[in-house]
C-alpha cells in the first residue's frame, strides 16, 4: 500500500535564536509548520513568542540557527496591535488597502470569507474588539497566504467572541488550507486543532499535542464545557532560575521566572 504523502512543509526553524544588545532573546528553536498545520507558541511575557513569530515572518534574521522557507513562501500576519490614528476617520474597506491596492471584489471576498461583509462600509474605530479582529484576518487573508501567523488572536475578546475566532481559524485552515502559526495569551488554553504547542521561555521548554478539554475536570469546572478548546499539560524536564535561565546554564537570558 501507498503511503500517504506527509504534508508539504512550510517552513523549518533549526535551532533558531536571537540575540540583541549581547542578550539572548530565545534560542534553539526547532519548528516546522506543514501546510494545513496548527501550530501554537506559549509562554510567559517576554519568553520570545513574538521574537519566535518574526523569525518565522522574516522581520528578524536569526543570529543563530537556520530559518529555511518553502520557495515563494507567502505570509500573511496579523498583529496583536495595529499602529493606526484613532483621531481620523477610517472605514474596514479603508483599511484593507491601506497596505496594497485590492480590486473591490477581492476585499468583498475577503471580508465575506470572515463573515464582515456587513462591516464594510463600518469605521474601524466603532467595531468591537472580536470584529476589529475579524477584519484584521481578512486583511491578512487577501492576499491568499501559505502561512498565516497570529499573534494574540483572542486577546481581549471575551468567552463566545474567542470560540467565534476559533472557529473561523479552523474554517480558513479548512478551506485554504494555509498553515497556522498562533501566538496563546494563555499558558494552559490553546485552539483544541492545534497539531502542536511550544512553551517557549527564552527557548523550548517542552512541546507536544494539547490535551482534550472535554478530560480535564479542572478545566471544566472553572469555565463549564466549551467547544473548541483544549488543555495544554506541561511536561518539563529542567527549572528555571528567577530570571527564566535554566538550572545547571550558565549563559544570560532575558525571560522571566517560569513555574514548573
Ligand atoms: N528589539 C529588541 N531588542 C532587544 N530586546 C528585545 C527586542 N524585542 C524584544 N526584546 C526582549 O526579548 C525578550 C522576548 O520578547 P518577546 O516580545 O519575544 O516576548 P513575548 O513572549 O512575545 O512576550 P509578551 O507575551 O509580553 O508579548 C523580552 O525580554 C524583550 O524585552
Redesign the pocket.
Known amino acids: 500500500m501507498l503511503e500517504k504523502p506527509s504534508k508539504e512543509t512550510l517552513i523549518t526553524l533549526s535551532g533558531a535564536g ?1 540575540r ?2 549581547g ?1 539572548t ?2 534560542e534553539g528553536v526547532d519548528l516546522t509548520i506543514g501546510r494545513g498545520e496548527i501550530v501554537t ?1 506559549i ?12 523569525m518565522v515572518t522574516g522581520v ?1 534574521k536569526p543570529s543563530m540557527g537556520t530559518v529555511w522557507r518553502k520557495a515563494g513562501l507567502t505570509i500573511g500576519y496579523v498583529p ?1 496591535k495595529l499602529s493606526i490614528d484613532w483621531t481620523l476617520p477610517l472605514t474596514v474597506e479603508r483599511l484593507m488597502t491601506l497596505t496594497g491596492r485590492h480590486e473591490d471584489r477581492e476585499i468583498g471576498m475577503a471580508l465575506e470569507a470572515v463573515g464582515a461583509t456587513r462591516l464594510r462600509r463600518a469605521a474601524v474605530q466603532e467595531l468591537s474588539g472580536g470584529e476589529f479582529q475579524r477584519v484584521l484576518f481578512a486583511r491578512a487573508m487577501i492576499r491568499k497566504p501559505d502561512l498565516l501567523v497570529l ?2 488572536p483572542v486577546q481581549g475578546v471575551d468567552f463566545s467572541g474567542e470560540e467565534a475566532l476559533y472557529a473561523l481559524i479552523r474554517q480558513i485552515r479548512d478551506t485554504t488550507q494555509a498553515g497556522i502559526l498562533m ?1 496563546s ?1 494563555d499558558l494552559h488554553v490553546v485552539m483544541a486543532e492545534t497539531d502542536t504547542v511550544l512553551c ?1 521561555n ?1 527557548h523550548v521548554c517542552c512541546r507536544g499535542t494539547p490535551g482534550m478539554v472535554k478530560q480535564s475536570p479542572e478545566y471544566l469546572r472553572l469555565f463549564g464545557a466549551r467547544n473548541g478548546l483544549a488543555i495544554y499539560e506541561h511536561h518539563h524536564d529542567h527549572e528555571h532560575h528567577a530570571d527564566g535561565c535554566v538550572v545547571g546554564d550558565e549563559h544570560e537570558h ?3 521566572t517560569h513555574a514548573h
Open positions: 536571537v540583541s544588545g542578550r532573546l530565545v507558541l509562554g510567559p511575557n517576554g519568553s520570545g513568542k513574538s521574537t519566535t513569530a518574526k528578524l496583536q499573534d494574540e501566538i495569551h517557549l527564552g532575558a525571560g522571566h
